[in-house]
């Protein structure tokens, strides 16, 4: 089953991926420029996963930001001298990547095993 999220990227629900244009670590779009036997370009813009963009986006992304949903964006930048409980943070994670179509269990499951993996 295939739907879209808040930036319009597609989700399937079946392998919880996000599918769309990949962006960098500046989230410019990512090009691998192809061209045909004439030099004339065919393509370029890389598809792939974009879970963990859209999750870093929302993350990010202050109120207002987005003007399809502007209730989303969790700010976390507010986060770092303030003084709030880690359940303060993890529901605000919750709820901004609930509202980007990420599911959250899923996710932070996902990260624990990327960085499990990375300290091997």
Known sequence: MRSRNKFGMTVNSKYLV???ILTDNDFGLLVNVRRSGNGLITGGLVIG???DQCAAIALKMQQGELKE????GAGLTRFMRGKFSQS???QRIRQH????GI????????????INTTEQ
Not at 69 to 72: A, S, Y
Not at 97 to 100: E, I
Not at 103 to 114: E, G, H, V
Request: net charge negative; charged share 25%; aromatic share 6%.
């Open 97 to 100: 990547l609930t509202r980007a």
């Open 88 to 90: 303060e943070i993890d």
């Open 103 to 114: 599911n959250y269990q899923n996710y932070k499951q996902r990260i624990s095993l990327t």
């Open 69 to 72: 949903d502007p209730l989303i």
């Open 18 to 20: 996000m599918i769309g």
């Open 49 to 51: 996963d974009t879970t």
